[in-house]
């Protein structure tokens, strides 16, 4: 089988149903061993105290962070793109998605209190 078939689209997130698409992406790094990488891995910019070993270890686990984050940027609808484009790692991107379309359980509360009253305002008016 060719690389080319062994590659898996990335979904694209366009803003809509965040949850359903983090979902497809974390099984995604899953399969490829990136999610440890993308719940974030503590890099060490210094390499001089470092032995030979340890500085390959460091270069691939940052090689590993490049490509989780590309596969995000990639995933990312343009308009999209630009609220992650200042993120230098897989985590910090994977984290102001999430704070921004998942929010906290007290955001997310409040919007269904929201839906709910809209929706209840419309049916009375019928």
Do not use: C
């Amino acid at each position: 089988m060719s690389s080319l078939a062994k590659q898996i689209s990335v979904p694209i997130f366009s803003s809509q149903n965040y949850d359903y698409w983090a979902i497809k992406m974390k099984t995604n790094f899953q399969s490829k061993k990136l999610w440890n990488v993308v719940e974030g891995v503590t890099l060490l910019e210094d390499f001089s105290t470092s032995s030979s070993t340890e500085k390959g270890k460091l270069e691939n686990k940052k090689a590993k962070d490049s490509e989780a984050l590309y596969y995000i940027q990639t995933a990312m609808a343009h308009h999209i793109l630009s609220r992650i484009s200042v993120a230098t790692s897989a985590k910090e991107a994977w984290s102001i998605l999430h704070k921004e379309y998942q929010g906290s359980a007290k955001v997310r509360n409040i919007k269904l209190q929201t839906l709910r009253r809209d929706f209840e305002n419309d049916n009375e008016g019928s």
